[in-house]
């Protein structure tokens, strides 16, 4: 069965730091480009980090230097760790596969507090 399932999110004030994961199903982990997306609200999703099959990650300027995508080969899993929050990362956080995307998650809500 095809599915992501993201966790992690929280209240948080500024300056801290969240660990995102996302469990996703090995037809879609083995071979893809992965991606954190964020949705904040009244705006349109939007990839914020990605990370390569090989391990190459680009990130979003708005995140670049505080925001680090991983991903455990073992446990599909992708990861975000978040650090220097502030109060636009705010939104709810979904993975997926980047160039085929699947059925979203239902997504993991950061609330960063200013």
């Known amino acids: 069965q095809v599915q992501l399932v993201e966790s992690g999110g929280g209240l948080v004030q500024a300056g801290g730091s969240l660990k995102l994961s996302c469990a996703a199903s090995?037809?879609?982990?083995?071979?893809?480009?992965m991606g954190w997306y964020r949705q904040a609200p009244g705006k349109q999703r939007e990839l914020v980090a990605r990370?390569?099959?090989?391990?190459?990650?680009n990130y979003a300027d708005s995140v670049k230097g505080r925001f680090t995508i991983s991903r455990d080969y073992a446990k599909n899993t992708v990861w975000l760790q978040m650090n220097s929050l502030k109060a636009e990362d705010t939104g709810v956080y979904y993975c997926?596969?980047?160039?085929?995307?699947?059925?979203w998650g239902p997504g993991t809500q950061v609330t960063v507090s200013s």
């Open positions: 997926n596969a980047v160039y085929t995307l699947q059925s």
């Open positions: 090995l037809i879609i982990f083995s071979s893809n480009t």
């Open positions: 990370i390569t099959y090989s391990g190459t990650t």
